[in-house]
């Protein structure tokens, strides 16, 4: 998920007296990940990335957007100039965003007296967190069971038709809506920013996440696939009045500056703008598929059977790992990752070839994919096997032991001459004065691992077995 955020230069069309100043309160709007969100200079010049700015929104100053979004909730006065705004909710509070016909007259024709339909989510705007968002989002599933992160509060919204949401998508709604009549949705998130840090030993600063909107026209089929408007804004989540004690914090804190100091912030408004961003990646989503609706009590989403999420399909069973070679093409990548159980990061890796993919080094693919996945994924692109805890070379052979037991060796001994385990007798390790010393698993245990041993065979007179000594 790459953001792209552009002023909107529409103020004149906003609701009197919503908010004061446009031109000064969106000024600054921009995108700032931060050296600290990711720092791969090698995957940045990948083909994902190089995709994200083809389909960037194109830098037309004149351009009027069709659709205004405006969140009812203030934004933080303890952010700079030139920065996004950010701005705090509640936990489980219901906020309105409004949703504002921006066209021009005769704009948009094709949409007129006609239903338009949005799709809003609560995404992650932490690129680290972009990157293992499936990984995330099940975690909190597994730790809220029967919880969403994104409801709509039903019986406050206005003008919204037949809302849907999908139970495998807990941090997506959508809704049908006209234009042309007052229409606002009033949205509740579940999730808090401090869930998602890395360590929970109290005071961590929490991530950030975005709300995004898109809208999309019928297409001749009467599907709502052609994309018309997408837009976004900074949030963080707090436990419950935790967003005001923080508003109010930043307040006093901006209070106490220099009047020097302050000029480099931004003010705080009432309501916090939408600003255009690219669409969300993932169109299947949109497609006109069936969703499970709302059932009409209040924020209940009902948990209907279905075949889960059309983004997440079921990972092929895969007994022998192949290697991928730096001539593989993206789509033999892609069958690669799924041949071995990556399917949860096909989508991220879609445009990466082979060559693209072995460029990686380990520390990019555990930030990329985490700790788990990710050295498992770095290990199947190297190719590498699992290092035995022991390593034996007996006249130019090499034995690896598992277990450290007699046993065991007996086996691999008995494997290496093609006769069975029970024709070995003993195991004896010639000592320094010529003597035999019987071969235990607390004699295996202290071996050094590569240890180098000459076999020698003696005929056991009383049976058919064999003695094998290690000289």
């Known amino acids: 998920m790459a953001w792209a955020l552009k002023l909107p230069l529409t103020d004149e069309v906003i609701e009197s007296g919503l908010v004061q100043d446009f031109d000064a309160s969106l000024s600054g709007i921009g995108q700032e990940l931060g050296a600290g969100a990711y720092s791969m200079s090698d995957v940045l010049a990948l083909p994902i990335f190089k995709q994200e700015e083809s389909i960037l929104p194109p830098d037309n100053e004149n351009k009027i957007l069709p659709f205004q979004y405006v969140l009812c909730a203030a934004t933080s006065p303890a952010v700079k100039l030139h920065d996004e705004t950010l701005t705090y909710l509640n936990q489980g509070q219901s906020y309105e965003i409004r949703m504002l016909d921006n066209r021009k007259i005769g704009e948009l024709p094709e949409i007129t007296d006609k239903m338009v339909k949005s799709i809003l989510r609560v995404v992650f705007h932490d690129r680290r967190l972009q990157y293992t968002e499936h990984q995330q989002l099940e975690g909190w599933r597994w730790n809220r069971p029967g919880d969403r992160i994104l409801d709509l509060d039903i019986p406050m919204s206005v003008g919204i038709i037949d809302p849907r949401a999908n139970p495998t998508q807990l941090n997506t709604v959508e809704f049908l809506w006209d234009p042309s009549k007052r229409t606002s949705v009033f949205i509740q998130v579940h999730c808090i920013s401090t869930e998602f840090t890395m360590r929970k030993h109290g005071g961590e600063k929490g991530v950030p996440f975005r709300i995004q909107i898109d809208t999309f026209k019928e297409n001749e089929n009467e599907e709502y696939t052609e994309h018309l408007h997408s837009a ?144 498992r994924l770095f290990n199947a692109l190297k190719g590498r096997v699992v290092r035995p805890r022991l390593t034996v070379y007996v006249l130019y052979h090499a034995i690896y032991l598992e277990e450290l037991t007699s046993s065991e060796l007996t086996e691999k001994i008995a494997q290496l001459f093609n006769i069975s385990p029970r024709q070995i007798n003993q195991i004896f390790k010639q000592g320094p004065t010529g003597i035999h010393v019987l071969v235990s698993d607390e004699m295996i245990q202290n071996f050094q691992d590569e240890v180098c041993f000459v076999l020698d065979t003696m005929k056991d007179d009383s049976n058919d077995g064999y003695h094998i000594i290690l000289k």
């Open 232 to 375: 976004s804004c900074q949030v963080k989540v707090f436990k419950p009045k935790g967003a005001d004690r923080k508003q109010k914090t930043d307040r006093e804190k901006m209070e106490k500056r220099a009047p020097q100091e302050k000029e480099k912030y931004q003010p705080s408004y009432e309501t916090t703008i939408l600003t255009e961003c690219c669409p969300w990646p993932e169109v299947s989503y949109v497609s006109n598929s069936p969703s499970p609706g709302f059932n009409t009590s209040h924020n209940s989403f009902p948990v209907a059977e279905g075949n889960g999420s059309p983004t997440h399909l079921p990972e092929p069973v895969v007994q022998v790992a192949d290697n991928l070679l730096p001539t593989a093409t993206p789509q033999d990548a892609q069958q690669w990752l799924l041949r071995n159980r990556f399917s949860p990061f096909c989508r991220l890796f879609t445009n990466f070839s082979g060559a693209d993919l072995l460029k990686l080094t380990r520390e990019d693919v555990i930030q990329i994919c985490g700790p788990a996945d990710g050295i």
